[in-house]
């Protein structure tokens, strides 16, 4: 009988491309007549976002945007003064490939800012901000799922891998008009501004995606010579459409900030006391077929030599997903080092790093937090430090999650601060984490059999019975393998339940022809 062998195919993600770019920014800049001189720099920051992009042939563009905001006090006293300016950067990655249906993801980051006064009416910046790219596309893996004919004897074990990828992006824009309490003071200027949206709902319904969620907007801005904190949230509501789209997918919807736009209007008596936000978010949707088959992971034929190719099969996982969440305070002064007055407090994530514990069970975050605040201190003057704070935090899981891979996720929701009766400035932040866990994806697969079936192998001596003495643990298919047996005919002739051995012992090797 001839060897007939049956194939599937697996896809996998295949990496395209993965680094990162860096790009410089610089900023020469004097100041319009109607700005007053610069008596002190407060704080100087770059916010970069990456608003568009799209792959031709073997090559990635995009379009960087970068958000510069310079801070200073006017010289006839702590008047809060704003330069803003936008720097627009077209980049190019070489993907050496072309790539059909890729997925891409851009993450901006800012890397350092420095601002001086060459003089009370220029400015000087540089700074730089670097992008991580990821690219990655499909590649069908055809491998060995059974065979029948020449003794062949497989080894088989299921994988799960994603069948079908499905993906698609909608830019939401929202605008609304926020008014002031009547304890706020008029608008003089906007500080700072910071947007963050969070985890969305999803529903699917006829087979459109339906995605609810919210932007939080923290923004400050100067009145009446003090700084003013103001906080709201902005909600959507979009109808996603993705072809091919059912209750089979996992679907995940990504928010991400491409811009947040604050801007001070007069209210109906000619008072700046409206804040009118132009937000836009990118609402990323990624949805994913699962399923399975069963595939060789060896073979040998109990009658005749032949040949196995073996070849390592990467399968596109789907991760678990766990939504955590933990408080980390840290001490930021003491003492006459603690401001006078405190108007708001922030903080951002960097440089995180995910890892599995030793006991397989946790996940141990660590990086820096970046805290920022707008605040007075003794001599009356307007400052806004930053500092960075180094943080690990063990967090349990209900699960074993050993021999797996970890990414993790990482916004702040919230810092709030106090200051202790014996002066100590300690700030708060409420963090979540989500936390990404990939099952081990790469399994050894066999990719072709041949068998020489002009010769038979050789045996050591005409007997139908062997005895072996198996040690505890020890896999029946290599005991088969090594006798050019079955492991059926072992585990019959034995009485055995399973495919390992329980504990060690004589054991009686049938012998197949």
Known sequence: MDLKLNRATVPANEVIFDGV???????????????????????????????????????????LRCDVRILYCGEEGTAVQSV????NFTKTVELKKNVESPVVRLIPKADHVNCRAVNKRRLDLRGAVSVKVSVTGQQDQEVISDAFGMNIQLKKAPVKFAAQRLSADKNVHIEEDIELNASQPDITGILNCRCRASSCEMKLISGKLLAKGEADVELLYAGEGAVEPVRFSLSYSQIIDV??????????????????????VADKDGSSRI?????????CCRAVKTASAMIAEDAFSTVYPCNVEMSDIKAEQIPAIYDESFRYSAKLAEGESVPQTIYAMWSEPKNINARIGDDGRSVILSGMLSYSMAAKDNSGMIMMPDRDEAFEETI????????????????????????????????????????????????????????DETVKKARDGDYAIKLYFGIENENIWDIAKRYSTSVSAIMEENELSGERLESGGMLLIPIVS
Do not use: H, M
């Open 275 to 283: 804040i009118r936000c132009e937000t836009e978010l990118r609402l």
């Open 243 to 264: 072809d091919g789209l059912d209750e089979s997918f996992e679907c995940n919807v990504l928010p991400e900030v491409v811009s947040c736009d604050v801007t001070a």
């Open 21 to 63: 770019q860096e790009q410089s920014i610089e900023l020469d800049y004097i100041l319009p007549d109607y700005c007053p001189d610069i008596f002190r720099l407060i704080r100087c920051e770059t916010v970069p976002v990456v608003t568009d992009w799209s792959v031709s042939g073997d090559r990635l563009t995009y379009e």
């Open 396 to 451: 349990a899981l209900p699960d074993d999650i050993s021999g797996s891979a970890v990414s993790a996720d990482v916004s702040v929701r919230e810092t709030a601060y106090d200051i202790s009766a014996e002066g100590v400035l300690t700030a708060r932040s409420d963090i979540a984490a989500k936390l990404s866990v990939y099952s081990s994806d790469s399994i050894k697969a066999v990719t072709n059999i041949t068998v």
């Open 84 to 87: 803003e300016q936008r720097r």
